[in-house]
């Protein structure tokens, strides 16, 4: 099984829908992120968490809402989608315990949302 | 705030010569820089790292160079093989991790 598992894989919504991204982690990391990969804009933080109580915006977190439901799930929820925020989501875990030039970050394998 | 910045979207090179991958920084407060090589439908996964004291870092085919009165950092890939063809992304840490915008490389057999 995956380390940080992501669902679902692929989505199609409509604009307007409400839609929840869910990542779920098995390495023990407390510290979650949720960042949105462009074309040409690389990948962009959306929202972090490094504990259960604790929720901050990444530097797109309009139009995006999360949760921190225990320290091993983050979900990402899209209140309105529109299309605009079609695009690669990835889930990311790091230990501050680990975290340094030795690396701590394990992704998700993404999850690719189209709003039509 | 573009503070990690990588200016060339795409690179291609043939199987068996080097490639050069670059990025370039605006804080010079960063503490290391990362690699991250990522495949079509998987996640970005981490190559190599470079200490901000150091000038160069090298794991096999790959070396990672520091340049910090430049500003600039560059993966080298020596020799290219087919199986490098992915998007290359440098980090910095911030709290949470900056990327660039990515760089495509391909590799031709």
């Known amino acids: 099984d995956a380390d940080v598992t992501q669902t679902p894989r692929n989505r199609i919504t409509k604009t307007g829908k409400r839609i929840m991204l869910e990542c779920s982690q098995t390495?023990?990391?407390?510290?979650m992120y949720w960042y949105r990969q462009d074309p040409g804009l690389g990948l962009r933080l959306i929202y972090y968490s490094f504990d259960v109580k604790d929720i901050n915006k990444g530097e797109i977190s309009d139009g995006y809402s999360v949760s921190r439901q225990a320290q091993a799930k983050f979900s990402l929820s899209l209140e309105s989608a529109i299309p605009n925020q079609t695009a690669l989501y990835f889930c990311?875990?790091?230990?501050?315990?680990?975290?340094?030039?030795?690396?701590?970050?394990?992704f998700g394998s993404g999850t690719r949302l189209t709003v039509v | 705030d573009q503070q990690v910045k990588q200016n060339s979207p795409s690179l291609s090179v043939q199987e068996g010569r080097i490639s050069i991958l670059n990025c370039d920084y605006t804080n010079s407060m960063f503490d290391y820089f990362l690699w991250y090589k990522k495949y079509p439908a998987e996640g970005p996964t981490f190559l190599i790292s470079i200490s901000s004291i150091k000038d160069k870092n090298e794991d096999g085919r790959f070396t990672v160079f520091l340049n910090k009165s430049a500003k600039h950092l560059s993966l080298h890939i020596v020799p290219s093989q087919p199986g490098d063809s992915a998007v290359y992304f440098c980090a910095a840490p911030k709290g949470k991790l900056i990327f660039g915008q990515g760089t495509t490389l391909q590799v031709k057999p």
């Open positions: 990311a875990t790091s230990d501050q315990q680990k975290q340094g030039a030795t690396n701590g970050y394990t």
């Open positions: 390495k023990g990391h407390d510290r």
